[in-house]
């Protein structure tokens, strides 16, 4: 069972406010992902990590920015909260042997910005 | 562009019944193909195929790739009402192994 931890669950917020959103793994994984999910929609990679001190965009532009200063460490952060920021925000992370590990998932963090 | 296709976007069933769900893809340098069933909260991974023709298993669920044809099914036998889920296809593509996902099949199974 995969050990990765976000929080908070649900965050209502009002626009312009700066918010993280925290993601924690215990398992010593060198790759971490953010990936955005609107309802019924697919997943979209904003961010991943290949290790510590390494950020890289996904394919979908986001305006929140990463950092990686431990490996079991992952936060998003936006400086200024939008509406069109409205949406589900999943953490996963996985082993780097050769790209084919599978992901493991938190449970996400539903954002909503009124 | 890299992508992935699933299809039927959403599907009603009884339990008892055994459906198929479909995924096709085109992409780049693919490394492998993943399902993934996701309830209320995070995807949880059920299979990761490579090869062709080489059904993998797991208890009523099983899934098989066709890389010639690009596309992958998953099966389930005798659904239950805890099969309902949206169920996920995801690709492993490119030397970075980014994982592309497709808008996935939401499945209910009624009682």
């Known amino acids: 069972e995969a050990d990765i931890y976000q929080t908070p669950r649900y965050l209502v917020i009002g626009t312009g406010k700066k918010i993280t959103l925290e993601c924690s793994q215990t398992?010593?994984?060198?790759?971490m992902y953010w990936y955005q999910q609107d309802p019924g929609m697919e997943l979209h990679l904003i961010h991943y990590?290949?290790?510590?001190?390494?950020?890289e965009k996904g394919d979908l532009s986001s305006e929140s920015t990463v950092s990686r200063i431990r490996t079991e460490h992952f936060p998003l952060t936006l400086e200024s909260a939008r509406p069109s920021h409205t949406s589900q925000y999943l953490c996963?992370?996985?082993?780097?042997?050769?790209?084919?590990?599978?992901?493991?998932f938190g449970n996400g963090t539903r954002l909503t910005v009124t | 562009e890299d992508k992935v296709v699933q299809s039927p976007l959403s599907l009603v069933v009884h339990e008892g019944d055994t459906v198929t769900l479909n995924c096709s893809y085109e992409?780049?340098?693919?490394?492998?193909l993943l399902w993934y069933k996701q309830e209320k909260k995070a995807p949880t991974f059920l299979f990761m195929l490579?090869?062709?023709?080489i059904e993998k298993k797991s208890g009523r669920l099983s899934s098989i790739l066709d890389k010639k044809e690009l596309f992958s099914i998953l099966n389930i036998t005798a659904t239950q009402t805890g099969d309902s889920a949206i169920y996920l296809c995801?690709?492993?593509?490119?030397?970075?192994?980014?994982?592309?996902f497709g808008q996935g099949t939401t499945l209910q199974v009624k009682p």
């Open positions: 490579t090869s062709s023709g």
């Open positions: 990590s290949y290790g510590v001190n390494s950020t």
């Open positions: 992409v780049t340098n693919f490394r492998s």
């Open positions: 398992m010593g994984h060198d790759k």
């Open positions: 995801a690709v492993f593509t490119g030397n970075t192994g980014k994982l592309i």
């Open positions: 996963a992370s996985s082993e780097w042997t050769g790209n084919n590990s599978p992901l493991h």
